[in-house]
């Protein structure tokens, strides 16, 4: 089991930057692919990034491609995602989540989630 507990939300302007982090807690943080997801209010929760074991593989949501990127540091159980050019439709709560050995874009296939993280850009 791993528990996962983002940070590094905040209020910022449209075009600013932000990274937010994802620490997991266990020793076999890399067994596990991650996965970020966000969900704004009055809408579904929707794929952001995703990163595989090792941190090799990644992949993106096309809303985010090259404006957003997701790596890992397995020595620090941590993976972060960096937002950049950053617009008022990214505002949302952001999550990390977990699943053993392959990552996917469907949030039901990840057993383990954060709390959640809130972004909000201001236009």
């Known amino acids: 089991q791993v528990q996962l507990v983002e940070s590094g939300g905040g209020l910022v302007q449209a075009g600013g930057s932000l990274r937010l982090s994802c620490a997991a807690s266990?020793?076999?943080?890399?067994?596990?692919?991650m996965g970020w997801f966000r969900q704004a209010p009055g809408k579904a929760r929707e794929f952001v990034a995703a990163?595989?074991?090792?941190?090799?593989?990644?992949y993106y949501a096309d809303s985010v491609k090259g404006r957003f990127t997701i790596s890992r540091d397995n020595a620090k159980n941590t993976v972060y995602l960096q937002v950049n050019s950053l617009k008022p439709e990214d505002t949302a709560v952001y999550y990390c989540?977990?699943?053993?050995?392959?990552?996917?874009?469907?949030?039901?296939?990840?057993?383990?989630w954060g709390q959640g993280t809130q972004v909000t850009v201001s236009s």
């Open positions: 990163i595989s074991r090792s941190g090799v593989s990644t």
């Open positions: 989540a977990a699943r053993l050995l392959i990552y996917s874009d469907n949030g039901e296939l990840y057993p383990y």
């Open positions: 266990g020793r076999t943080f890399s067994s596990y692919a």
